[in-house]
């Protein structure tokens, strides 16, 4: 798999405490939302997603917040673990035919052991 | 990951020869797309497919080709490779009935 050395914000967090990862997105038409994880090596993998329809959506240690009104999204990773280090991107869409992903530009998780 | 396949992985080329990348899925899926990835410019689509010979332009389509002639094969084709070409490409493909996109594991371009 490939990666790439990105010039990114990078945010640092103690193995064990809670990350939070913000992204604000561009487009109020958007009205689907994803964040995604990429491994050094490997191309992005789907994490949580959440509809316009909602402002909050969890699954296994991770949580998605969406802020319509500011345009605002966010990741919770609950409980940060080495393997959560990675590249984390947010995307947005407007569903439909022939529905096109723009992707952030991405954050830098780094775990402290 | 499963379902996708890129090809090659790695590839050097020199300014001006034309190159071609593959990607292949086994999910019969309907949507497929291109990707660039450049340091401090994140994931930029270049070109997408809706179906079989159905394509259209992303955001950085110039310079860039593609076709798809079944629906598991997109191709990606750089008519004469530039130096602002090189890049790690991503193909992904989503099901038209769930959500979210799955991509490949990339190849990385270098042009000379």
């Known amino acids: 798999g490939e990666s790439v050395g990105l010039h990114l914000p990078t945010l640092s967090v103690q193995e064990g405490d809670n990350s939070i990862i913000n992204c604000a997105y561009s487009?109020?038409?958007?009205?689907?939302f994803i964040w995604y994880k990429q491994e050094s090596g490997k191309g992005p993998q789907f994490i949580i997603d959440?509809?316009?329809?909602?402002d909050k959506r969890q699954g296994q240690r991770v949580t998605v917040l969406l802020n319509k009104t500011v345009k605002h999204l966010s990741l919770q990773i609950a409980a940060t673990q080495p393997g959560d280090s990675a590249v984390y991107f947010c995307?947005?869409?407007?569903?439909?035919?022939?529905?096109?992903?723009?992707f952030g530009k991405g954050i830098t998780l780094s775990v402290r052991p | 990951d499963a379902g996708i396949t890129q090809s090659p992985r790695h590839k050097v080329t020199e300014t001006g020869t034309p190159v071609t990348l593959r990607c292949h899925q086994t999910?019969?899926?309907?949507?497929m797309y291109w990707y660039r990835q450049d340091p401090g410019h994140g994931l930029r689509l270049i070109h997408y497919?809706?179906?079989?010979?159905?394509?259209d332009k992303g955001e950085v389509s110039d310079g860039y080709s593609v076709s798809r002639s079944k629906t598991e094969d997109f191709l990606l084709t750089l008519e004469s490779a530039t130096s602002s070409q090189t890049s790690v490409y991503f193909c992904?493909?989503?099901?038209?009935?769930?959500?979210?996109?799955?991509f490949g594991s990339g190849t990385r371009l270098t042009v000379v």
């Open positions: 995307a947005e869409t407007h569903t439909g035919a022939n529905s096109k992903l723009t």
């Open positions: 487009n109020s038409a958007s009205d689907y």
């Open positions: 959440i509809r316009s329809n909602m």
């Open positions: 999910e019969n899926h309907r949507y």
């Open positions: 497919s809706y179906g079989v010979k159905d394509t």
């Open positions: 992904a493909t989503i099901d038209s009935s769930k959500d979210g996109y799955t």
